[in-house]
């Protein structure tokens, strides 16, 4: 059993990036297994839930003539257009069916602000917005991190980078992610995080 001042974070293991899903991640549902492991060892688990209105402004659909996969500025900065995914209440924003999401004690949603996409667990990306889950882990006393999940150049790049920058002990465990890689952003992120002191393990 991990100590109790070490969460796991599980950040969106949802339908929609599984196979078959709207914005699948190769292999995404590959990692289940060693996560459902990983969750019986932490005394604190964390689940994030990517929670889209349909007018999100990630989704490429919202923006006229804009293809998936392309950038658009926003007020916060450049922002990837995805495919619309993990749709408030839909099948696909539902955690995938073989993750033992009953043994979590916190589901943290973000994404839900039609004009913000958030990859962090920890802010969204205008960098300022909290998704309140800062304050839960220092609330239960906890310093160190454990991130997991989909997917590793994004949403838990994302979130590694916010947390290392908020003071907590971070580690990647690289098998228990899959990654989008979108013009080469898996090694821009892998190094962004070594600068930053998160241990890619
Ligand atoms: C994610 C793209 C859009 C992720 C979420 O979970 O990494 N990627 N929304
Ligand atoms: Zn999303």
């Known amino acids: 059993m991990q100590a109790p001042h070490h969460a796991l974070i599980v950040i ?5 990036f599984c196979p078959g899903g709207a914005l699948a991640v190769t292999q995404g549902d590959g990692i289940i297994p060693q996560i459902n492991a990983l969750m019986e060892d932490f005394q604190t688990v964390v689940l994030t839930q990517d929670w889209h209105p349909e007018n999100h402004s990630s989704f490429a659909e919202n923006h006229a003539g804009a293809k998936p996969f392309s950038t658009v500025q926003m007020p916060y900065g450049a922002q990837t257009l995805w495919p619309r995914h993990c749709v408030q209440g839909t099948k696909g924003a539902a955690f995938h069916p073989a993750l033992r999401s009953d043994l979590a ?7 839900f602000r039609p004009a913000i996409d958030s990859y962090s667990a920890l802010f969204e990306n205008d960098k300022t917005t909290a998704t309140g ?8 006393g906890i310093t160190a991190l454990t ?7 994004f949403c838990v790049a994302f979130s590694a980078l916010d947390a290392a920058a908020q003071g907590f002990d971070v580690t990647v465990l690289q098998d228990a992610c899959r990654a989008i890689d979108l013009d080469g952003s898996l090694a821009q ?7 930053a002191g998160v241990v890619l393990a």
């Open 105 to 111: 004690h916190l589901v943290i949603r973000k994404g």
């Open 147 to 153: 991130l997991v999940g989909l997917a590793t150049d």
């Open 133 to 140: 889950l800062d304050g839960y882990l220092r609330a239960r």
């Open 189 to 195: 992120q892998q190094q962004a995080m070594g600068a």
């Open 12 to 16: 969106d293991v949802q339908s929609d």
